[in-house]
């Protein structure tokens, strides 16, 4: 086996982050640990979502894991499969984002009403697409918290509207298709009453509600960085029909 | 004394209830050794180089020095120095892998021009260890290419940091500079 390390403090999150691959350099674990206070804690909290995962989605992400006193390493099982551009947006992702969604209707839908947890980063940077499932990684911000169902769906699709109006005016068929997603979500029970109206500026409001969840991270959510009166804006457009 | 940057070698080994003798006197990695819980050793001989660290104190009980209760055999070497006696065939006991951190420019070259030959290829793994705004950011085989461009960021608060950034980008995306001007790890198995 090889390894290689890709990423020392990563962030300056005190994190690091390594790929090993086997004796044909494919690789097989993705590393990552911390020996520092602040980001071994972090890492745990990140284990803590892993395993909420796996026991709700019969997945197990995880293939090994050091706990020592000043050092915390996990070995995370290399997932095959297809990782759509973030940087693409909404239209061309338009596929990833309702496979996205289905997953996320998936899982969350089981729910009880009173379990409830978030992601905290469900980005379509945080998905691998194969042919028979959507994975889920990066539980970083992951969290026990008060936030009603659908805020993780929500973050996805206006994470992908914020890239595509980086470039382009909204279109008729974005506006469509997005609705069409916010309806699913709603048929499946996976987008609480509370974001029916206003969805993206509740989501905006969760998030700033719970700083403590993003920390540093915050100011790199795509979804906060639409400005008020866009997201005005796209409320009068984007919303359950 | 400790910098969680330079520690970001260690990573690409599994030190966990390992062996290790240690020829080399950095405080960073010597912690950082101890916190993935390996099995400080230290030859006899260092006993007063160790002692002058600065960071003793806070490792001195988790350290073992090579006298009488010595392990058979050792699974890893830390070595700064290409020439070390540890690396040498007659040496009094066995070590399993030697790890050489190589720092500096004129080093490296050494060892491209000279040291290597002391070595059999298929017994040596190579590493370039790239910094990033002086940062171990990247520790990349020398074996097979990878691509690593999304764990590069050219962002950077401070305009100078990014035009720096970018000049280091272009030098470690090529794969002879790479080889040529940034440090080395060098694994070498017995």
């Known amino acids: ?241 | 004394m400790f910098d969680v940057n330079k520690e970001g070698i260690l990573e690409v080994f599994d030190f966990r209830a390992k062996n290790v003798l240690c020829c080399s006197f950095d405080a960073t990695h010597i912690i950082g050794l101890i916190n993935r819980g390996a099995i400080i050793w230290f030859e006899d001989k260092d006993k007063q180089k160790v002692y002058e660290l600065e960071a003793y104190p806070s490792f001195k009980n988790s350290i073992n020095f090579v006298v009488n209760n010595r392990p058979n055999l050792f699974d890893y070497s830390m070595v700064s120095d290409i020439n070390h006696g540890v690396l040498e065939k007659n040496r009094p006991f066995f070590v399993k892998e030697h790890i050489v951190t190589l720092a500096g420019k004129f080093n490296v070259i050494k060892w491209h021009l000279f040291s290597h030959r002391l070595f059999l290829t298929d017994d040596r793994t190579l590493y370039s260890v790239v910094p990033s705004l002086d940062n171990v950011r990247l520790v990349i085989p020398e074996l097979f290419e990878i691509s690593f461009q999304r764990y590069w960021t050219l962002r950077c608060p401070n305009p100078l940091g990014s035009l720096k950034l970018t000049a280091e980008w272009l030098f470690i995306k090529s794969g002879l500079f790479r080889k040529l001007f940034f440090d080395k790890l060098i694994v070498i198995k017995c």
Not at chain 1, 61 to 77: A, T
Not at chain 1, 124 to 151: A, K, Q, Y
Not at chain 1, 180 to 193: N, Q
């Open chain 1, 1 to 241: 086996m090889l390894s290689c390390l890709f990423r020392a403090n990563a962030n300056a999150s005190g994190i690091y982050l390594s790929t090993v691959y086997d004796s044909k350099y494919n690789p097989i674990y993705i590393k990552k640990s911390a020996s520092t206070f602040q980001p071994i804690l972090r890492l745990k909290g990140e284990i803590k979502g892993v395993t909420w995962y796996s026991r709700v989605s019969n997945e197990n992400l995880v293939s090994s894991l050091v706990d020592l006193p000043g050092y915390y390493s996990v070995k995370f099982r290399f997932i095959t499969g297809v990782k759509a551009n973030f940087r693409d947006g909404y239209w061309i992702n338009r596929d990833y984002i309702k496979n996205a969604l289905d997953r996320y209707c998936e899982i969350w839908s089981s729910l009880p009403a009173d379990g409830m947890v978030i992601h905290g980063d469900f980005s379509i940077d945080n998905l691998i697409f194969s042919e028979s499932r959507v994975t889920i990684i990066d539980w970083e911000h992951f969290s026990e918290v008060e936030i009603p169902i659908g805020f993780d769906a929500l973050n996805l699709i206006y994470e992908q509207l914020y890239m595509f109006l980086r470039r382009k005016e909204l279109t008729q068929r974005v506006i469509s298709h997005a609705n069409s997603m916010i309806k699913k979500l709603y048929d499946c029970g996976c987008l609480h009453e509370t974001y029916s109206y206003r969805p993206l500026q509740s989501a905006q409001n969760y998030i700033l509600n719970n700083l403590d969840i993003w920390g540093a991270q915050m100011s790199k959510l795509p979804i906060l960085k639409i400005s008020p009166s866009k997201a005005k804006e796209l409320d009068t457009l984007i919303k359950l029909q």
